[in-house]
């Protein structure tokens, strides 16, 4: 891919707190990166670390989450200088949400019928025969009935709701739709659908590029183009999903993929360990590194914070000792 | 001796169907037909998506509800249908559960250090050095005994309540435990410590484990044999390197196919719809003629039929 490529979403330099009684917990603390057009972007992170912030300082901010400073992007607009009315005049079309807890989004009493029509009334778009017939289509493409339209959500399994909450989030074609931990209650069967039916989405040009979070990065790795490793606010590490995946720089990616259980490791012959100590408080964060506490490279230089660093590779790492970490990966 | 005079546990043919409504019942098979063992210092994964009855058998196994059908023997002796009080404290002392949510294990009213003083009572009256015992065992999982004792269960996590559980386990050196989805309480880093924590345990001292889980690839690592549930149906078992290299009914190797894997990627061209296994289930028990289990290699069994369940209207 070339560097001319059409971006979709600019981030520069974002910082959203949350302002609460006992100061400000910095969830997004100076993000940079782009979203290009027709790409998956992958976002990983432990919990805690931010990736559902960046979500909802993108679509809505509501108190006590703030917008502190920087840009966001889409298509030319700033989103953060748009007003609560302008800003609803995009979602869904420009850019949708699939919420982390949407299956229990759906009003017990109403139909999934009368559902979809209510939403896309309040978008200003009327529910008529000729858009009934595109939900219909819908339906075909993530593999649901028609008859699903007529019932209530509790006769739905999980899988099930959550391909109708994608259908909802995608159904105005938006350019950017950010999908947060939609697998997350999902069974491993079901998993598998869903994630890839983000992908076919995005390949049938229903959906424009996704920002795709999760906790979860073989789920992710299997259907990213690049994926963005946060840390405690930050960007730890961005790349092309490969690269990440196999060739990773950052010893929080490191650390976080030689935890991974996976088949083929058993107990008995090699001791995953898990990335020891936890998070750092996000209230109360000081220069530095923000890994440093629990990393093994750590050097006097990590108590400055670093800077980004971008590699020929295209390849954006926030870390002093990268260089180093990376040649010892026969290790 | 052979290996079936060496199980701790074994389920022959356990069945649990639940019944609702007083006119008109209806009856769910949660359980059906399911035999096992539990070996002592062997970790035994029973793997199960949502609803295939995978909390029920562990509940079983407990004792915490009564099968419908079949049999339980501990240490080569039956137990279905002890209803003696003082054969079943006994039972209860040789098991320790984990649960998915440990908040509803602990009396709420009760300190740590009370519960740890009723545990003694009624078990162990006799101890002397219970202090050191208590500490050496929350050490054991990571907790500071000085932070613990004198909490309430509402001022700890759920982890914190999970390796509580695990270190009574300890403190009263179950024979078995049960461990139904405890990772999900658990943050991405201490979840990796309890773990191994969990099977150097049962290694060291000779416990047998049972460890619920939907995660497969966590299965994969922890387990010695695994057990694959569905519907209530144990479709697959033995062990675990066989059954996860050589999977051989349609629906392990569907689940097989669905774990994602960070060395491959899944085949996008290959149509993968979750709904059609029902169907891929169906054929495979009506194409072949065979019944019950059949061995297809050493240690790994298959379900080639599903097995008629007594009949309980």
Redesign the interface.
């Known amino acids: 891919m070339a560097d001319t490529e059409e971006t979709v979403l600019e981030v520069k330099d974002l910082k959203a707190y949350y302002r609460v009684m006992k100061g400000d917990v910095k969830a997004v603390d100076g993000l940079n990166f782009t979203v290009r057009r027709g790409e998956i972007l992958g976002v990983v992170g432990?919990?805690g670390c931010g990736k559902s912030t960046l979500a909802y300082s993108l679509i809505s901010l509501n108190k006590p989450l703030q917008h502190i400073s920087g840009e966001a992007n889409l298509l030319g607009q700033d989103l953060m200088k748009l007003s609560r009315e302008e800003k609803r005049k995009l979602k869904m079309k420009n850019i949708s949400i699939i919420p982390q807890y949407a299956l229990d989004a759906f009003s017990p009493t109403k139909k999934i019928k009368t559902f979809i029509k209510d939403m896309v009334k309040q978008h200003g778009r009327r529910a008529d025969k000729e858009f009934m017939d595109k939900v219909k289509t819908r339906f075909e493409i993530v593999?649901l009935s028609h008859s699903v339209l007529d019932r209530y959500s509790m006769e739905l399994s999980?899988?099930m709701k959550q391909r109708v909450v994608m259908l909802i989030s995608s159904l105005l074609d938006p350019d950017l739709i950010i999908a947060d931990e939609i697998t997350s209650a999902l069974?491993?069967?079901?998993?598998?659908?869903v994630?890839?039916l983000l992908?076919?989405l995005r390949d049938e040009g229903i959906i424009g590029s996704a920002i795709f979070i999760t906790?979860?990065?073989?789920?992710l790795?299997?259907i990213a183009d690049r994926i963005m490793v946060m840390y405690a606010g930050r960007l730890a590490e961005l790349g092309n999903a490969d690269e990440i995946?196999h060739n990773p720089r950052h010893p929080y990616t490191r650390a976080l993929?030689n935890?991974?259980?996976?088949?083929?490791?058993?107990?008995k012959d090699e001791?995953?360990?898990?990335?020891?100590?936890?998070?750092p408080d996000l209230t109360d964060i000081e220069e530095g590194c923000r890994f440093r506490f629990r990393c093994q490279y750590r050097t006097e230089e990590c108590d400055k914070s670093p800077k980004m660093e971008k590699t020929h590779q295209r390849h954006y790492i926030r870390c002093w000792n990268y260089e180093s970490v990376g040649s010892d990966k026969n290790e | 001796m052979s290996e079936e005079n060496k199980a701790i546990l074994k389920a022959e043919g356990l069945t649990k169907i639940f019944s609702s409504g007083i006119i008109n019942k209806e009856y769910t098979v949660a359980v059906n037909n399911a035999s096992f063992e539990l070996y002592p210092g062997k970790v035994t994964s029973l793997v199960g998506e949502s609803g295939s009855g995978k909390t029920t058998v562990g509940r079983l196994i407990l004792k915490l509800i009564e099968p419908t059908a079949g049999k339980i023997f501990f240490k080569g002796q039956d137990i279905t249908d002890i209803e003696d009080r003082d054969t079943k404290k006994e039972y209860y002392r040789q098991i320790q559960g984990v649960f998915q949510d440990p908040f509803s294990s602990f009396n709420p009213l009760f300190k740590i250090n009370r519960i740890f003083d009723i545990l003694f009572r009624e078990f162990e009256p006799e101890t002397k050095n219970r202090e050191e015992l208590i500490s050496q065992s929350l050490e054991e999982v990571n907790l500071n005994p000085d932070r613990i004792l004198d909490k309430y269960p509402h001022q700890l996590s759920g982890g914190q309540l999970q390796r509580l559980l695990i270190a009574r386990a300890l403190l009263l050196d179950v024979d078995i435990l049960v461990a139904d989805e405890i990772i999900s309480m658990l943050d991405a880093s201490t979840k990796m410590g309890v773990l191994n924590l969990l099977v150097d345990i049962c290694r060291d001292k000779g416990m047998a484990v049972l460890f619920i889980t939907h995660d497969l690839n966590l299965g994969y690592y922890l387990s010695d044999d695994t057990l694959i549930l569905h519907e209530g149906n144990l479709v697959e078992r033995g062990a675990t390197t066989k059954v996860y290299e050589n999977p051989y009914h349609p629906y392990t190797q569907m689940l097989f196919d669905s774990v994602p894997d960070i060395e491959e990627k899944w085949d996008r061209s290959k149509e993968f719809i979750p709904e059609q296994i029902i169907e891929a289930v169906e054929e495979f028990y009506q194409n072949n003629d065979e019944e019950g289990y059949k061995e297809v290699e050493e240690n790994h069994f298959v379900l080639m039929s599903i097995l008629e369940t007594e009949n309980y209207k």
């Open positions: 432990e919990s593999n999980g899988g069974d491993v069967t079901s998993q598998r659908y994630t890839t992908a076919d906790h979860d990065l073989a789920t790795y299997q995946v993929i935890s991974l259980p996976r088949i083929g490791i058993q107990h001791r995953l360990t898990g990335i020891k100590g936890t998070p």
